[in-house]
Each structure stands twice: as structure tokens, then as C-alpha cells.
């Protein structure tokens, strides 16, 4: 799933991936894509004030069929306010949409999402609220691993750990929905359960590392900047070498 940038930059690279799945994180960018790919399926991959969802919806072309773009797009809800206002937004008699909707999970990097300390507390009822819903569809869920490239150790080993924290973090996540018979009409095959990033997606595909995720997108990382940790990246080559000129040397700095 390609991190988007701009829609010329989604081009390239869903030609490349062979992928029309998409992860966004700017709002302003998502009708463009939506329209630049007919077929598009997108993660809008951080969570955004209902009234800027609402106005997506509002701003599109006259005559947009709303209820097909709202199938193609999933939103996160970060917590039960989040979602309890996501299922007003789509009751509004202006858009009157049933929204695909997916929980924000915190795997580690502790900045945003449910927390696995919360457990069953706290997915729970949110999942409880998907049962009695009808215009939210659980999509489900979403937990980001930005962290695990920049473990304090920077070795294969530190980061390996790591790696098994967040995926066991995932996964506690996972039974919580899958092993509770009150969730059983949630369960479906085309769930989502998104993660990896710039810099892990490449362990996605390595069977010594399993994981309960199914949806990994990538961005920046994919370019090979070097600011990246090798341990992920090494099998890459950077697109692209950038040459400063030194204008001027001194002896010495002086402040």
C-alpha cells in the first residue's frame, strides 16, 4: 500500500507495486486520488476532527455518488469518543453514508490509539458499538510501528525484540476480536489489519518474523534515504544522491 504524496507520485508507484491500495494521511488529498484511481482503495492513516471529514464529503464534485466513495475509503477512530462522532457524522442528512471505519491501536509507539494495557477495556466496547451500529462498517485495525527501527539499542537483536513486543501487542488486539464468540459477526476475511511503515515493510514478507498483520504501507523508506536504519533497508539502493556545494570554509566557528 503506497504512502501518498501527491497523485503523480501514486502513479509511479502503483504502476511499480501493482497496487491501487492506498494510505493517505492529508484529507486535501484524497479526492484527488480517489479520482485519479477509480478503482482505489484507501486508508486515511491518521485520525482527523469529524467537521474536516465532513467537509471531504461536502467539498466533492456535485453529483459524487457519496455512499461508493465512502466504501472506498476507511477512517480510524482512536477511541470510543472518536467513533461515537463518526456515527453521528454518518447519520448527517448531507452525506447519509455508511463509513468503514478502523480502530487505532497503540503497538508500541505510544503516540496515539488504544493501548494494549486497556485490553478487552478498552476495545471491547468499542467493538460492542460496532454490533449495534448501522452506518459504521468495522473495517479493522490499524497499528502503526514507526518505533521499532529506532530502538535505543540499534542492533539486529535490539530491534528484533522490539519487533516482538509491538507484534505481540498486535496480536493481544487480534484475540480480543477473534477469540470472543460476541465478535464472531465481525470476523471476515477482508478485514484490515494495517501496519508497518517506511522503515519495517520489507519484514513483512520474511516468514522467521510472523505477524498477524495483513496490510503493510510504505512511503518515504522506499526511496532509501539515509537517514534509515540499514538493519531494515540494506537491500535497497538510495533513488537519488543530492551534492551540497561548499561555498565558504572557515578555520574555525565563531559565535
Avoid at 486497556?118 to 462498517?137: K, N, Q, Y
Wanted: a negative charge; one cysteine or more.
Amino acid at each position: 500500500r503506497p504512502r501518498g504524496c501527491s497523485v503523480m507520485d501514486d502513479f509511479r508507484v502503483a504502476a511499480r507495486a501493482g497496487s491501487e491500495s492506498f494510505l493517505v494521511l492529508h484529507l486535501p488529498l484524497l479526492g484527488d486520488l480517489l479520482a485519479a484511481f477509480p478503482a482505489a482503495d484507501v486508508i486515511v492513516g491518521k485520525t482527523h476532527l469529524t467537521s474536516a471529514v465532513l467537509r471531504f464529503f461536502l467539498d466533492l464534485p456535485s453529483g459524487t455518488d457519496l455512499t461508493a466513495i465512502a466504501q472506498r475509503v476507511v477512517f480510524l477512530a482512536d477511541g470510543p469518543e472518536r467513533l461515537a462522532e463518526l456515527i453521528a457524522l454518518a447519520g448527517d442528512p448531507r452525506i447519509g453514508v455508511t463509513l468503514r471505519i478502523a480502530v487505532e491501536i497503540d503497538v508500541g509507539l505510544r503516540r496515539s490509539g488504544l493501548r494494549v494495557a486497556d485490553g478487552p477495556d478498552g476495545l471491547g466496547p468499542m467493538l460492542d458499538t460496532f454490533l449495534g451500529a448501522t452506518s459504521v462498517e468495522f473495517a479493522g485495525l490499524f497499528g502503526y510501528d514507526g518505533h521499532i527501527a529506532y530502538t535505543p539499542t540499534a542492533s539486529a537483536d535490539g530491534v528484533r525484540r522490539e519487533w516482538d513486543v509491538s507484534t505481540a501487542m498486535y496480536r493481544d488486539f487480534v484475540d480480543v476480536l477473534e477469540m470472543h464468540p460476541l465478535y464472531a459477526t465481525l470476523v471476515r476475511d477482508e478485514l484490515i489489519f494495517h501496519s508497518g511503515g517506511t522503515s519495517t515493510f520489507s519484514r513483512y514478507s520474511d516468514p522467521t518474523m510472523p505477524t498477524p498483520v495483513n496490510d503493510v504501507a510504505t512511503g518515504g523508506g522506499a526511496l532509501r534515504p539515509g537517514e534509515y536504519p540499514d538493519y531494515f533497508l540494506s537491500e535497497l539502493s538510495p533513488a537519488i544522491f543530492v551534492a551540497a556545494p561548499v561555498l565558504r570554509r572557515y578555520p574555525a566557528t565563531d559565535v
